[in-house]
């Protein structure tokens, strides 16, 4: 637990040392840097111990998309400057799959597709080297949620499909649960104007409360004709590795 604080403290003292050798002769040649932004593609690492929620068979991973947006607080004011202080948040979706689940009712059979994945809404504060440069690092702090979302629906032949037909929805679930974490990444490539793109790569270590989650192919219809399932229960712990494209 110490190396992991002291790793986190060399890196916030690189980002602001680098920013501070630029920052006096960069300020009267450089436009203020107000905002920063990525668009990116993101994979989801669950830990062991979060796989009971996961299941899957693309090795227990998740595929999706995230945006951050962050904003200087020292542009805010009429004497704007540049700083290596950036605050903002993130929103982002990670599907982590679906399973089937063949039911038996009176003789009759369905077929039911759940599928589920995990949004993340967090609040972020960054420190990054306060003017532009080739290789610009930076280290953020996270906190906010995890939300885990399934739905489930009929499952259609593909004949079915092929027709135009619809499976109706069954039933969604969601549940909540805290999260915090720390993420290191880079920008790559320099700006010869404030709007020019970069590309960026960031690396996020996740770790919350518990989610509850659809248990894998617990759908049983009971005594009354309904549909049902079991609920299960994972602590959360995940590493998130995102590329995209960011300003």
Do not use: H
Request: charged share 20%; proline share 3%.
């Amino acid at each position: 637990m110490k190396v992991k604080y002291i790793v986190i403290a060399l890196l916030a003292f690189l980002v602001v040392k680098q920013s501070s050798a630029q920052d006096e002769p960069a300020e009267r040649t450089e436009r203020v840097e107000r905002v920063n932004a990525l668009l990116a593609f993101q994979v989801g690492i669950p830990f062991k111990e979060m796989q009971s929620a996961i299941r899957n068979n693309m090795g227990n991973m998740g595929f999706g998309g995230a945006f951050m947006f962050l904003t200087n607080p020292f542009s805010w004011s009429r004497n704007e400057k540049n700083s290596p202080l950036r605050i903002g948040g993130e929103i982002g979706y990670t599907y982590y799959g679906r399973f089937l689940s063949d039911v038996n009712i009176g003789g009759y059979r369905g077929s039911y597709k759940t599928s589920y994945g995990i949004l993340q809404l967090n609040a972020l504060v960054r420190l990054i080297p306060s003017m532009p440069s080739k290789v610009r690092p930076f280290f953020d702090v996270l906190i906010g949620g995890n939300f885990y979302l399934s739905s489930t629906k009929e499952d259609l032949s593909a004949i079915e499909s092929a027709f135009g037909l619809e499976g109706f929805d069954i039933d969604s679930y969601a549940s909540a649960g805290f999260n915090k974490g720390i993420a290191v990444g880079c920008n790559f490539g320099k700006k010869k104007f404030r709007d020019d793109a970069l590309f960026t790569l960031r690396i996020s270590y996740n770790r919350g409360s518990d989610i509850k989650y659809v248990v894998r192919n617990s759908l049983v219809y009971n005594s009354s004709n309904g549909l049902q399932y079991s609920v299960g229960r994972a602590p959360v712990k995940y590493l998130m590795v995102q590329a995209g494209i960011g300003l």
